[in-house]
């Protein structure tokens, strides 16, 4: 797993939409001598360019076409929306977190997202009533994001000195290697800067110019890809996401979407996006000949980059590359290091075949 150790240090990154300067740092230090340029957009998206590589004997061609991959490097979390005269705290949600995952949670608050020696610590609990006390009525309930509070344990006017709205919240969790797997927050979508980081470094021969986005702001409405797609202007997209492997009990096989360690999982389509069908039939065959494990999904709620870029300008062929991912926006999603590596592989296969 020691190829994984990337991975582990793009998990343990916090940065949610807005506040990706931290995982921005860490990619930019990470793809020194993989790009030919890099350079970051005006939104904060890193656009990393490869120029053709072309195999011996063949000139590489005068007008190359373009291939764009989107990897987000936001994670779900949170900004702090109100701090009281006690110095508690309230906060605003910035992606889907489910409720009944935020209960008794320690978090880091960064009040500047470049300087982690600013962060402190907090503990986020509903302003509810605790057991012992509660009536029983209460117990069935699930209190609302509304009733979440932050309480930091320091004297009010520290709190005031320290903290202000609009600081990143995000909830602290270790990263825990489990057989082949790896379960850590912000699996999505560190899987895919690490699939696309992973990918462009195995890249040897290619005729296609290689775009490789590190975009902002996926998981409130796809913004860094959109707003990127219009620089880069690509032939083909390829989004690289999570998506659901619900393959755990009390769901039915219809409904799993994907299997945990069943290879990479080429989406037909989510609700952002339909694939390319062409581009589609490029990964499977590539899969097959390579003898690369695949699967084949469609996600009928949910969205990635895909949908940003497809849609650019004059539109361009686009699909979704995606990585089984079991406890989908928890703090506990899991991976399997198998299908990570067949992910990176396939990737890197069809952007030399292209
Ligand atoms: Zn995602």
Known sequence: MKDLKLLEK????LGIPGREHRVRKLILDEI???FDKVSVDPMGSIIAVRQPRPAKGKTAPRKPKRVMLAAHMDQIGFMISHVTDEGLAYIAPFGGFDVRNLFARVVTVCPDPSNPAKDLCA??????KPLH????????KVPSLSDFVLDFGLPAKDVHKRVKIGD??????PVTYLGENISGQAMDNRVACWIAIEACRKLRHHDYEVHCVFTVQEEVGLRGATAASHTVAPDIAIGIDTTLA????GVAKQEQCTTLGGGAAVTIADSSAIGDYDLIETFTR??????????RSILTRGGTDTGGMQRTAGGCRAMTLSCPTRYIHTVTEMVNSKDLRACRDLLAKVIEDL
């Open 10 to 13: 793009l998990s343990l990154t």
């Open 32 to 34: 020194k001598g993989t």
């Open 123 to 128: 503990i986020l609990n509903p302003g509810v």
């Open 133 to 140: 006390i509660a009536p029983v009525e209460d117990r069935q």
């Open 168 to 173: 990143m919240v995000v909830i602290n969790a």
């Open 246 to 249: 619900v393959d755990t009990p």
């Open 286 to 295: 590539t899969a097959k000949k390579n003898k690369i494990p695949y699967q």
